[in-house]
């Protein structure tokens, strides 16, 4: 299979994910951040810092936090204090504020039995109010599946909370033994093999390598991505996986031949240095691939994929920018940091919506957008709900709408590379679609 | 603080942490592992193999499992298939066989409420048999303390399994905020930092970063590490530390200045591109850390130096090569891979022991040792069926013991550098040690 065949999951895997980012956009970036003392030219305190300078030192005292527990400065011996660390650090972030790409986390508690409601604590840590999440990776709500709690609760009574060691010194447990054996089945190769995070070692030469991080559970009969759906599994040599988003849980995979596998445990160090998984949520994710293998999981495919294309239809008919892309993810274009900013924060605060503006480094600077990703669980009430104080909020932030976007190309007229809704499932939806779109 | 002050840490991170090991040891042959096509003369099937490499080529075909999902090179184009993908992976496990350095883990699943004990499944995933641990890193048992595993259930009840994104898109808790608020708390610092695994960012020359992964939990009055310890924490700019270790959750942080923490925040990939750790786990880790700030943890860890003591005395008195060494862990020098792993496995089928044989790459080859690791859960009567059995064992594979190993050097006569036992706290064991010497 070339990369080309699962064109979902490239387009989204570049542009919009932040967690398999490919990290080039920020090398460059990360570079100059920890460039040593002879390249950055902060003037001492012994000096005599005037203009724009002396205005950044004063920003910067003024900034500081009244109380610190130190300054970095208090710890060099004189001879190497030329170097401001402490301003060296906040100017970096001053830099960041300055264009708008400076992260403030929402803090939000999912809440598992109303999935996909969250209690957002971002305005105070004392109170809370509800919300509804647009922006999360648990793609099918498999995070707060009875069985799946179940399989960690029993596990956790049993076996703890952690797993105690890497996987050679004491940290492979059966869970471990039977989730890999599980997802080699999910892919149809001899072997897999758990990692703790996404990271995998790249270290093969012309081996086919498909990274199907945003599609397994979400395509094919099985859940097993886009490879299953296509039927071309067995063209691909290795398969990487992860087991923190349609699976609801954390931690990653690769699957593949079984002496590539044993290859990789043998001599990877990023697999032998790394404490093990916690057993209990690998019974977990266990119990999540089983479930999304099943009938059940086709169900909650069938769901997903025709609310995405409900929402999806809704944004376009409303005439919002929806970047064209067949993935499970909506991108909606804003193309400006601070405004982004500023409908993730007004939807929030004021109408209980949180969507993630992603900006800088996740996309490149000037591609800046929404991304919305709806669940089986998102009811039309919920998109139409979404989409009014989008629209209110779009509108107040000095944001245009374009009369209409249509199913086809603006410039040539062809169909777009996404399936749109038919007829018939405009109709499924009560004319929902043609309703928020009169009232854009 | 300089790095030689924590010598206990230096000395267990750099020859005998599997996980946070420095990496140079393997990266030289990792790179030769990954060498492509060009460097690595393996002859093709078209050619005439005859020799070593037809006997190499005939092995392997035998190796091979009788039923795969494919071989490598069927999915080669021909004008590429000269190099053979598998036989190279299984050329290269094999080459780990013969040097002794290939790894079968042993699959445990270790037993909440019976701490350290587990159910050993290595022999057959079908059956099982209980076995005693002595090479874990959960220290002190916290995985599966009551309040620890409470947390966890109650967060999984609330807020399901994972946590569905990056910290930046809907993964930031407030979990998050309160642990990393109370791990600063800990190293008396004014913020800190979650990461999914101990990776952090080493990106800024002359500012004191001090690795405490194996200390934390462990030293201190609040468990704060060396640092802790020895009231030097204002001095270290920056703290590193797991909660897969002492605390017996999984995941690593950073303490430091508010604007350093917030620099790493922003600016590094390896944190922004991560999927978040699970809530449950984080509501976990931080009971965790509060019970070991308290007065419960201070009684802990003299139980577990306690132990640790009494130990390494017995070991030592048996004539057996502890390495000198002040840590928690404790090493015996085998220094010959094969019989490290003999002893291992023996222990293990035989005596329902568990203590893993530590072999290249962990420490460097020719010093092949085993890592034994009490904790205040093991009593001295299990030390006492351990070192029975290890002795039995030991003298079996062809091992020999020296006479008595003194708590002084036996070249320059001078006392070791980590505390033994005083005859007082010998008297408290009742003499179990000199026991067990008489028996050796």
Known sequence: MNQRGSSVFCKASLELQEDVQEMNAVRKEVAETSAGPSVVSVK???????????????IMQKQRPERVS??????????VSTFQYDRFFEKKIDEKKNDHTYRVFKTVNRRAHIFPMADDYSDSLITKKQVSVWCSNDYLGMSRHPRVCGAVMDTLKQHG????????????SKFHVDLERELADLHGKDAALLFSSCFVAHEFGAITFVDEVHAVGLYGARGGGIGDRDGVMPKMDIISGTLGKAFGCVGGYIASTSSLIDTVRSYAAGFIFTTSLPPMLLAGALES????????????????????????????DAGLPVVHCPSHIIPVRVAD??????????????????VQAINYPTVPRGEELLRIA???????QMMNYFLENLLVTWKQVGLELKPHSSAECNFCRRPLHFEVMSEREKSYFSGLSKLVSAQA
């Open 374 to 380: 709806p669940t089986p669980h998102h009811t039309p």
């Open 337 to 354: 940091a601070a405004k982004n900013t500023e409908v993730c924060d007004e939807l929030m605060s004021r109408h209980n919506i949180y």
């Open 289 to 316: 691939v089983r479930i999304l293998k099943s009938a059940e999981g086709r169900v909650l495919r069938r769901q997903h994929q025709r609310n995405v294309k409900l929402m999806r239809q809704m944004l376009m």
């Open 44 to 58: 001492t305190d012994g000096g005599d810092p005037s203009g724009l300078l002396k205005n950044f030192q004063d």
């Open 70 to 79: 130190h300054l970095l400065q208090d710890n060099l011996p004189k001879s």
């Open 161 to 172: 909370a952690g797993a105690g060691g890497t996987r050679n010194i004491s940290g492979t």
